[in-house]
């Protein structure tokens, strides 16, 4: 019963201004509506990013050559080179810390696109020169059939494995491509394996348009020779990518006479360096949106404080009676914050789930669209409780101003006031 009366008094208490109630449960909802928003947001943009590393290996490095920029050993600045066959077994054999090494080639460059035909139908596809080991760098997935093997290598066997849009372009929609022969600049080769990958952005978009053939069979078919144009290097789990990259460079540095001044002669692009990078900023970012969310929920709790300040005030009479009739301090106390903490948290609770379902709502929307850098927004249900959390806290913060005042009132004035 005295816990019915107690609830039935905070409820009566702010139903006697409506307005002014209203207005001030809209500043708490609105800030962690915002609050919601911002974190769903954020998350959606952080999954996109890492989303974007997904496919590859987060502990890979890739090196290929540029031109030199420093002069050494007789050799003048602005010499071009490649890496060889040769190099493989000496990193082996010097970088114990290398867990894949992968040698690659591609026709036309980075990117090159390449005619690869069958029968009537063409499109311009990346081909690729790879080991077998490249499919746990580059993290794709076999639809069907099977990888490049080591006997591939071994042969120099003309055979390919394709992205899912080769596969879309060149067959049929239900045809199995798998022991078919397509056509590259003329050589044919058998299709043993289809990809396919999961995550988005520009090099998930460059894996389902490529045709992987076995290095070997490459460098034969193409006239490449001994030469490589890049590494794809993972490290060991007990060491980091940075040290391997570093003690290949200066591997590969020494074997082509490249000056260790030169930092431009290889190119590099670090995976695990890249990924800290991301990481960190996506903490900033997240650090950021619960202050400035905060910051916009403290605004609509200091509102609900001073309008608890104008309720003591209004109820000055009451207090002092209540005073005079022997309630404590405690029970003052605790009836002003619990209005405080009632006001703020039915107000921010509504402002939470509106946040949460808004961003269901979007991705839903988003589901099966290529977005690029964003998605999945949505919070996590432990985000939604430490929020629930903070209005709880911010809800008796709100109460301590005003119950400390109105246990400061003296019955006698207050029973004076008018």
């Known amino acids: 019963m005295v816990e019915s009366d107690r609830i039935n008094e905070i409820v009566q208490t702010l139903k006697r201004n409506r307005l002014r109630t209203t207005l001030t449960a809209f500043g708490v909802f609105w800030g962690i509506f915002m609050l919601m928003i911002m974190l769903g947001a954020g998350r959606g943009l952080e999954k996109g990013v890492t989303r974007s590393f997904a496919e590859n290996a987060s502990n890979a490095v890739y090196m290929w050559t540029q031109s030199t920029t420093v002069s050494y050993m007789g050799l003048p600045r602005g010499r071009s080179f490649n890496f060889q066959v040769e190099d493989i077994q000496a990193l082996r054999d010097q970088v114990p810390e290398i867990e894949y090494l992968c040698p690659s080639c591609q026709l036309g460059g980075f990117r090159g696109d390449n005619n690869v035909t069958r029968g009537i139908k063409a499109g311009p596809f990346s081909v690729r020169g790879d080991f077998p080991e490249n499919r746990f760098v580059q993290g794709f997935k076999m639809n069907s059939g099977r990888y490049i093997n080591q006997l591939d290598i071994q042969e120099k066997r003309k055979v390919c494995v394709i992205g899912s849009r080769v596969k879309e372009v060149l067959f049929e929609p239900n045809e199995d491509p798998l022991g078919k022969y397509i056509q590259v600049n003329g ?58 990259e570093s003690k290949v460079k200066k591997i590969l540095a020494a074997r082509h006479k490249i000056s260790p001044d030169d930092p431009y002669a290889i190119g590099s692009w670090n995976t695990e360096k890249e990924f800290g990078k991301i990481q960190g900023l996506f903490n900033g970012i997240r650090i950021l949106v619960w202050v400035v969310g905060t910051g916009t929920l403290l605004a609509g709790v200091i509102g609900v404080s001073n309008i608890m300040l104008i309720i003591v005030n209004e109820r000055t009479k009451e207090i002092g009676v209540r005073r ?59 985000i939604a409780l430490k929020a629930l959390l903070i209005l709880i806290i911010c809800g008796a913060l709100a109460g301590i101003i005003p119950a400390r005042k109105a246990i400061t009132i003296s019955p006698v004035d207050a029973l004076r006031a008018e």
């Open 187 to 244: 050589t044919w080769f058998r299709v043993v394996g289809t990809t396919t990958v999961e995550g988005a952005g520009g090099e998930a978009e460059e894996k389902i348009q490529t045709v992987y053939i076995p290095f070997t069979t490459f460098q034969q078919a193409f006239n490449w020779g001994g030469k490589i144009g890049w590494f794809s290097i993972t490290a060991k789990p007990a060491f980091s990518a940075s040290l391997v």
């Open 324 to 382: 005079a009739i022997g309630a404590s301090p405690t029970s003052i106390i605790t009836q002003i914050m619990a209005e405080a903490i009632v006001l703020t948290t039915s107000a921010g609770y509504f402002g939470l789930i509106a946040g949460v379902f808004l961003m269901e709502g979007v991705n839903k929307a988003l589901e099966g669209q290529d977005t690029g850098m964003f998605y999945q927004p949505g919070v996590e249900i432990g």
